[in-house]
């Protein structure tokens, strides 16, 4: 009823992206989020092209119809219309719910609005229009992923959710567990539209851990984080124009520091050399390299750091 944007989102607007933008387009590197209607959409569009997709990460989304759902939203439309006939002037409730049957199940035949209703006008649900809205629910849709592919999910939600959302969260992770499909959770003490910076940054650290996964074609055999080793700090980062390495060497070793760009081209070798036991501080100042994501691989005897860094 309003458009197609699956295609949209699918084909013109990574296209827009590929071409305006510098970025990778492995599948290992890309992300889908959004919020609310966004966060239904992040999880659907990946559940339907898991293939283009590492992870999903909705904020506020609903992915499944429970009951809890269907009886919340029931008492909300009868409290905006005072009943069950429906005029979308009545309320936000009322409002959400046409936008939601117009996108789920329309009906270009059934004026005025163009869409079969959810519910009658006694308050039932209809089945016939459940099983379309049953369509577009994300946790039906995941038993069929193949089990290889690694499609994962971090799902947001406030536990005070007003659109009665959280429920469906509950449920989709339910559905995730059982299909052994890796996902985390950030919920929140809010409401449905309250940004949680939290929760965002938790987030952000989870997507970071699923790029880094994506390096290992920088034949690093095993990136040992171990602070009592090597503790390998960056700073500052992001950087502008220098960045210092600190590390500590618990022996003499030979010890080689390299900087990569994320797609695993080589850039520079900041330092090269025998090293002594303890502390040790290298400050290296970029050489025109363009603002994007680096790898840091500090190799040192046996012992091999990797951390990610970012030019500004």
């Known amino acids: 009823l309003y458009g197609n944007y699956e295609d949209y989102v699918i084909n013109d607007l990574r296209e827009f992206i590929r071409t305006n933008f510098r970025v990778l387009t492995s599948k290992n590197f890309q992300f889908i989020h959004g919020h609310s209607m966004g966060g239904f959409g992040s999880a659907y569009l990946a559940a339907r092209h898991p293939d283009l997709f590492r992870a999903s990460c909705p904020s506020a989304g609903a992915f499944t119809w429970p009951d809890t759902l269907l009886n919340a939203w029931r008492t909300y439309l009868y409290?905006?219309?005072?009943?069950?006939?429906?005029?979308?002037?009545?309320?936000?409730?009322?409002?959400?719910?046409?936008?939601?049957?117009?996108?789920?199940?329309?009906?270009?035949?059934?004026?005025?609005?163009?869409?079969?209703?959810?519910?009658?006008?006694?308050?039932?649900?209809?089945?016939?229009?459940?099983?379309?809205?049953?369509?577009?629910?994300?946790?039906?849709?995941?038993?069929?992923i193949s089990p290889e592919n690694n499609l994962a999910f971090f799902l947001i939600c406030g536990i005070e959710d007003e659109l009665s959302f959280f429920p469906s969260n509950l449920e989709f992770t339910d559905t995730?567990?059982?299909?052994?499909?890796?996902?985390?959770?950030?919920?929140?003490?809010?409401?449905?539209?309250?940004f949680d910076p939290v929760s965002h940054q938790k987030m952000f650290h989870w997507v970071d851990s699923l790029i880094m996964e994506a390096y290992s074609h920088l034949d690093v055999p095993e990136a040992n984080q171990d602070p009592a080793l090597l503790n390998l700090i960056c700073f500052p980062n992001p950087f502008s124009t220098e960045?210092?390495?600190?590390?500590?060497?618990?022996?003499?070793?030979?010890?080689?520091?390299?900087?990569?760009?994320?797609?695993g081209k080589f850039v520079a070798e900041v330092a090269r050399g025998e090293m002594g036991t303890g502390g040790h501080q290298i400050t290296w100042s970029d050489t025109g390299i363009l603002p994007g994501v680096y790898v840091c691989r500090l190799h040192a005897g046996e012992q091999t750091v990797v951390k990610r860094i970012i030019k500004l």
Not at 176 to 194: D, E, F, V
Not at 244 to 258: E, K, N
Request: hydrophobic residues 30%.
């Open 79 to 144: 409290n905006e219309n005072n009943g069950y006939h429906f005029n979308y002037n009545a309320g936000q409730y009322t409002q959400i719910y046409f936008t939601l049957c117009g996108g789920f199940s329309p009906d270009t035949a059934m004026p005025p609005w163009y869409f079969e209703s959810l519910y009658d006008t006694l308050g039932h649900v209809v089945e016939s229009v459940y099983s379309r809205w049953k369509g577009f629910m994300s946790a039906d849709m995941i038993r069929d």
């Open 176 to 194: 995730l567990q059982k299909y052994g499909r890796h996902y985390r959770t950030a919920w929140h003490n809010s409401g449905h539209s309250t």
């Open 243 to 263: 960045v210092q390495f600190t590390f500590t060497l618990p022996h003499a070793c030979q010890v080689t520091l390299q900087m990569f760009h994320v797609d």
